[in-house]
């Protein structure tokens, strides 16, 4: 029993600081793309002819699609000029769908759910994760924070078994046509308002499945989405990044990321009353008649 406990002791505190602290990445490490379209050789497209996701484009400018990207780096070897390269900025999660859309370094993150939805939930988030044809990856990179390593418990945000004890749904995978009722299904059963994120780049835009007959080219054609997260899979770094922006835990953008620029230092009790019911209904009732168009099927 002694040797347990002094293991244990020897063992010390393993959970990572963030977002006190960010931790170490290896150089190995792929984030954000950074892009400098001025290195473009006139006529050049060896990146997008690269790209077998087609994320990199060329006609207009120079232009990377996070949201189909699949950090392969191909497009990173294929250019002669190093006019894409890889940055170690893992905050890649954004609110909306084109601002995954790179011209250049600059990304808009995600921003805090909305107030209507923010009064209810607060920061307390229980989610019910989805794998609609997911290779996995996805999932077990998003399984890692619930690891002591992470302990994503300790930000109020939790994995729940069943959708009607939820306050939203991850989603991972392209969406194969046979998973779009289970998925709807599943939407269907979580209490309003309800969120939705979209986790990889398969949920995002199909991702490698992107085009085929097969899938319905990610989340966003089946469902409104609050939260994209992109990567293949995402690093948990990222994931965990993504959820603390979508609950208010971080705002802005700063690069050096200092606690106290990071932090939403407001009080629990602030922004508790008043709820906008109004607004969840017409959030909802605009959820509903996009989720039932059985257009989509
Ligand atoms: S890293 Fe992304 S953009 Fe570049 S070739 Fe691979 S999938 Fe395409």
């Given at each position: 029993m002694f040797?347990?406990?002094?293991?244990?002791?020897?063992?010390?505190?393993?959970?990572?600081?963030?977002?006190?602290?960010?931790?170490?990445?290896?150089?190995?490490?792929?984030?954000?793309?950074?892009?400098?379209?001025k290195r473009c050789l006139d006529g050049c497209k060896a990146c997008a002819e690269a790209c077998p996701t087609q994320a990199v484009s060329v006609d207009g400018g120079l232009k990377l699609d996070l949201g189909q990207c699949l950090f392969c780096t191909a497009c990173i070897d294929s250019c002669p000029e190093g006019a894409i390269r890889y940055s170690q900025d893992y905050r890649l999660a954004t609110s909306?769908?084109?601002?995954?859309?790179?011209?250049?370094?600059?990304?808009?993150?995600?921003?805090?759910?909305?107030?209507?939805?923010y009064r209810i939930l607060r920061r307390s988030l229980r989610l019910r994760e989805v794998c609609a044809g997911s290779c996995n990856a996805c999932d077990l990179d998003t399984n890692v924070l619930n690891t002591v390593g992470w302990d994503l418990s300790r930000f109020g945000i939790q994995f729940v078994a069943?959708?009607?004890?939820?306050?939203?749904?991850?989603?991972?995978?392209?969406?194969?046509?046979?998973?779009?009722?289970?998925?709807?299904?599943?939407?269907?059963?979580v209490p309003k308002p309800r969120i939705v994120i979209a986790l990889g780049a398969c949920a995002i835009s199909g991702g490698?499945?992107?085009?085929?007959?097969?899938?319905?080219?990610?989340?966003?054609?089946?469902?409104?989405?609050?939260?994209?997260v992109p990567g293949c899979p995402p690093h948990p770094l990222t994931i965990l990044d993504g959820l603390l922006r979508l609950i208010g835990r971080i705002r802005g953008e700063p690069p050096e990321a200092r606690p106290s620029h990071l932090m939403d230092n407001r009080t629990h009790d602030q922004g508790t009353k008043a709820v906008d019911t109004a607004a969840v209904e017409?959030?909802?009732?605009?959820?509903e008649s996009h989720s039932t168009d059985e257009s989509t099927q």
């Open positions: 040797k347990i406990l002094r293991t244990r002791l020897g063992q010390g505190h393993r959970t990572t600081k963030f977002p006190l602290e960010i931790p170490t990445l290896p150089e190995r490490y792929r984030g954000r793309p950074d892009l400098d379209p909306q769908r084109s601002a995954l859309v790179l011209t250049g370094g600059e990304l808009k993150l995600a921003e805090r759910m909305t107030d209507d939805l069943s959708p009607r004890h939820a306050d939203g749904l991850l989603v991972t995978g392209a969406i194969p046509r046979n998973m779009y009722r289970a998925l709807l299904q599943t939407y269907e059963a490698p499945y992107l085009g085929s007959p097969e899938v319905l080219n990610g989340v966003g054609g089946v469902l409104p989405v609050d939260l994209y017409r959030r909802d009732r605009g959820v």
